[in-house]
């Protein structure tokens, strides 16, 4: 499926798609509700399109039935391979990881950010390939306030701080090694698993406005304008 020339190292992408659309406010899961007319899902995995090698898309085992009808039913014709969810993010990302030889690049991405560039998602393995992990970020634009008791708080430099996006992009043999520690509660994203496993530094590559996450009813409006601006073939 890659139309990428003279790769030195292979190129897979991990999709993780676990949500169950509680604060969508939906029965559905919200990688599978409706953005024009094609679940978000099919979406976010075209961003990696002639970009990688392989993806592989993990799923929960009660899901995989429905992706398979959603599959038929749109033509969708991107090949990918499945990796069945476990109970925390984490135990998916592992399972995934499962899926992918040791050697190459690997790009870890949320199953309902479906705006991902193929510049960003380019700039994360060469990033990556160099330094071995690599995250998009953004400034943040609001102030930002640590909170010091119950009623009290302190202002902190929000220059400081970034917010973090994904695809989240390592090492394959690097990040293969980070997940075969027990899992702690710390572990929000999988820099931090990288970051624990003292594998080394994690580079920050300008992320995208509109490489949103969506987990609201406003950001599903926010993603249908996004589509608007730049219409689908």
């Known amino acids: 499926m890659t139309t990428r020339q003279e790769e030195q190292a292979p190129r897979y992408a991990i999709i993780v798609a676990g949500g169950k659309g509680l604060r969508m406010q939906t029965d559905l899961p919200k990688q599978f509700l409706p953005l024009r007319g094609r679940p978000v899902l099919m979406h976010t995995m075209e961003c990696f399109r002639g970009l990688v090698d392989k993806v592989v898309l993990v799923l929960p085992s009660e899901q995989v039935h429905y992706w398979a009808g959603l599959c038929e039913e749109q033509d969708f014709d991107l090949p990918h391979t499945i990796a069945l969810g476990g109970t925390t993010r984490f135990a998916s990302v592992r399972n995934g990881l499962a899926e992918l030889p040791s050697s190459g690049l690997v790009a870890i991405h949320d199953g309902v950010r479906p705006f991902a560039s193929p510049t960003l998602i380019e700039a994360c393995f060469q990033m990556a390939e160099r330094r071995g992990a690599a995250i998009p970020a953004i400034p943040l634009t ?60 994690i580079s920050l590559i300008p992320g995208e406005a509109t490489n949103i996450k969506l987990t609201t009813p406003l950001d599903l409006k926010l993603a249908e304008l996004l589509l608007d601006q730049d219409p689908l073939p």
């Open 142 to 201: 609001d102030s930002l306030r640590i909170r010091i008791g119950d009623e009290v708080s302190q202002a902190v430099d929000r220059s400081a701080y970034v917010s973090v996006q994904t695809p989240q992009t390592f090492c394959l043999k690097a990040i293969k090694r980070a997940y075969e520690a027990p899992f702690s509660p710390t572990f929000t994203d999988d820099a931090s698993v990288y970051e624990a496993s003292e594998q080394g530094t």
